[in-house]
């Protein structure tokens, strides 16, 4: 999509002054940053204007643009409803709100959104041609049609929107209309090859071959770019017994084109050319991996080449889909046989036959089935125009390669489409306290806290602490350091034993050295000695969890040295008490310090690894409501959320992440809309 809304957005109407210069500054600055795709840095900005001025509805509308070009359809919807309810009458606000809804498939919603901001600019041609859109994705065909004949009047010099028609027409299964459409098109632009490649499919699917070939030849002739017009050619001059280039033609073109490969393969079995063939078919598994029509005839070559191995576990991957498909539970039993296994080439023909016996049975239990057969491209839907991003018709074609950017051009992973950038769905960390954190200027979460900064200010210790769940490995030298710390103290322990503070300063020591039972024990001794000591419990209940964690993993050496996993059910039992044991802690912390929203999050992060869900989205929800900004406790609720089926809160709070500087959640949202 790249600058496509954020540019439409701008010619629809411009934005008039608002506010101060200091809030004008701040906005521009974000709209800079939204036109150079650095939509992660926009959104910070514009949340600045909305905190400093909340009535205004120019940067939700902006704060929207970022979160679409990141993926987040569903906080731009919110953000937009937000601007139409401090400002009825922007017509960009609509426009941007249809736009997410139709991203969402909301498309009554969009279309509506859409009609709404053509009241106020009735001849804009970018929202004509965005609801004209969502009323094709809609199906709505005449919809679509009749915008797009009100389209073609105020754009009467595009030839292409008779393309645009023709392919509507189709949809309306009007084939005597979009080639009568077609026709107009070649007349009016002959050089232009998508109106002989489109008139050569309707030719192709009537089965008049001749006039097919005549306009792929044309389209051809014409510099088509397009792989589908190639392949096409080739099955047509294939059942002309013409056994030409044009595969290998499409190959070059487009060597990722699993449907070439499989033609091309198809074609060199016929021919006997079967190392070849096999060649292709196993690139087109390899590329597309649920052509289990290429898996059946990459099989069946495997036999002839005496690769009965490889055949063996192709046919019995198609019968893991196709449980009833009895060629390849005959196709085992031959490639068994052949390996001299008659006993299981045995069990496989006799389930063939079971199958074969009960077919009446099966056919009305399952509609499963696998067909075989030459694919012939449809060229019409893939020459769409690039503007409009619509579906594939045909899922053997290649995907227009405009939307086909999986990685961000930019070395720095919050600069671009952010949501393309993998991750993992694991929760953000616990928060703790330490002398040395990653600076993160992205994230809101507020990391300051009164009684940490009036310790630091006392100088108790030799470091002053941080509040971070970003911890930063240590190097040699560093190591070094704290070991030599953890001397020092200890001198120091000798002459005033009863020191609460020295003793929590060694237990941070023992910590950062991996030594937590021994940070521990210093901690108990602290909390003891002062019995108030927030810190210190705050501290314990983070080692003590680390400590467990460690445990789970663990390896220990039996009594001959011989390492082995520590017993299961031993460390379970231990895991409950000590889990136990932190959460006192955490609730100690909350009676102390009860605006201490870390303890919470913590806790509700715990809580999580004990299923209990509902539970720990009450902690998150109590951190949240400590720090409205605390954007790990947005994303680790949405993840709970999400876990537990309740998909809108948790895509709320994943994009409430990503808002306050989680940038991998836009990752998660992209992910979950696929999948569902």
């Not at 701040?26 to 709209?31: R, S």
């Not at 196709?331 to 068994?336: D, P």
């Not at 005033?496 to 060694?506: K, L, S, T, V």
């Not at 959640?665 to 979950?672: D, G």
């Amino acid at each position: 999509m790249k600058k496509l809304l954020i540019i439409a957005f701008y010619l629809i109407c411009q934005f008039s002054a608002v506010a101060q210069w200091n809030t004008d500054r701040i906005l521009t600055i974000g709209q800079n940053a939204l036109y150079f795709e650095d939509y992660v840095l926009s959104i910070q900005y514009f949340n600045q204007v909305i905190k400093i001025k909340p009535y205004l509805a120019e940067p939700y509308i902006y704060r929207a643009i970022a979160k679409i070009e990141l993926g987040d359809y569903q906080g731009a919807d919110q953000d937009c409803s937000e601007a139409i309810e401090r400002n009825p009458f922007m017509p960009q606000a609509y426009y941007t709100r249809g736009f997410a809804r139709k991203r969402m498939k909301y498309y009554p919603e969009a279309i509506a959104d859409f009609s709404k901001a053509l009241e106020f600019s009735p001849n804009n041609l970018n929202l004509l041609l965005n609801r004209m859109d969502a009323y094709e994705n809609n199906k709505d065909y005449s919809g679509a049609l009749s915008d797009l004949d009100i389209y073609i009047k105020l754009n009467p010099k595009n030839n292409n929107l008779m393309y645009e028609k023709g392919i509507l027409q189709l949809s309306l299964k009007d084939t005597i209309a979009a080639q009568k459409t077609f026709d107009q098109f070649i007349n009016a632009d002959s050089t232009n090859y998508l109106a002989w490649s489109a008139r050569g499919l309707i030719r192709m699917q009537k089965n008049d071959l001749d006039g097919a070939l005549n306009d792929y030849n044309q389209a051809i002739k014409r510099k088509s770019a397009y792989v589908g017009d190639y392949i096409n050619r080739g099955i047509i001059n294939v059942q002309k017994k013409n056994y030409n280039h044009d595969y290998n033609s499409g190959i070059k073109l487009d060597n990722k084109n699993a449907l070439a490969y499989y033609n091309r393969g198809l074609l060199r079995a016929n021919l006997g050319d079967n190392n070849n063939a096999l060649a292709d078919l196993k690139k087109v598994v390899e590329l597309d991996t649920a052509n289990y029509e290429a898996l059946l005839s990459k099989a069946s070559l495997e036999i002839s080449l005496g690769n009965y191995k490889n055949a063996i576990a192709d046919y019995k991957q198609i019968i893991g889909k196709y449980q009833y498909f009895i060629p390849a539970y005959l196709g085992v039993a031959e490639a068994e046989a052949a390996r001299g296994n008659q006993k299981a080439a045995f069990q496989y023909r006799q389930m063939a036959d079971n199958i074969e016996k009960n077919k009446d049975y099966i056919a009305k239990k399952s509609k499963n089935e696998l067909k075989t057969g030459n694919k012939i491209v449809d060229a019409t839907n893939q020459q769409r125009s690039r503007n409009k991003n619509t579906d594939l018709f045909n899922r053997f074609v290649a995907q227009n390669p405009d939307d086909n950017e999986s990685e961000s051009k930019y070395s720095d992973v919050t600069r671009g489409a952010v949501q393309d950038n993998y991750t993992d769905v694991v929760n953000e960390r616990n928060f703790v306290i330490s002398y040395y954190a990653k600076n993160d200027e992205i994230r809101r979460t507020n990391v300051y806290y009164p009684s940490l900064e009036l310790y630091n200010k006392q100088k108790k210790i030799s470091s002053a602490l941080k509040i971070t769940n970003n911890e930063i490995p240590l190097t040699a030298e560093l190591i070094d350091t704290h070991f030599e710390a953890i001397n020092n103290i200890s001198t120091k322990l000798a002459g005033d034993a009863n020191n609460a503070d020295i003793y929590f300063n060694r237990a941070l020591e023992f910590a950062l050295v991996q030594d937590f039972n021994s940070a521990i024990d210093d901690l108990n001794k602290a909390i003891f000695l002062r019995p108030d000591f927030m810190l210190a419990y705050f501290c314990r209940a983070n080692i003590r969890y680390k400590l467990v964690d460690y445990q789970k993993n663990s390896i220990v050496s039996d009594s001959k040295g011989v390492k082995e996993k520590v017993k299961k059910g031993d460390i379970e039992n231990q895991s409950l008490f000590d889990v136990e044991l932190i959460m006192r802690d955490y609730d100690k912390i909350n009676a102390l310090a009860p605006d201490f929203s870390f303890a919470y999050y913590n806790k509700a992060n715990i809580l999580c690894t004990q299923k209990d869900f509902r539970t720990a989205i009450l902690n998150y929800s109590k951190a949240i409501e400590i720090d409205p900004d605390f954007a790990e406790a947005y994303f680790n609720r949405g993840l709970t959320y999400l876990f537990i089926g309740e998909d809108a809160k948790g895509l709320n709070d994943l994009s409430k992440s990503g808002e306050l500087g989680i940038y991998k959640a836009y990752n998660l949202i992209q992910r979950f809309k696929k999948g569902n």
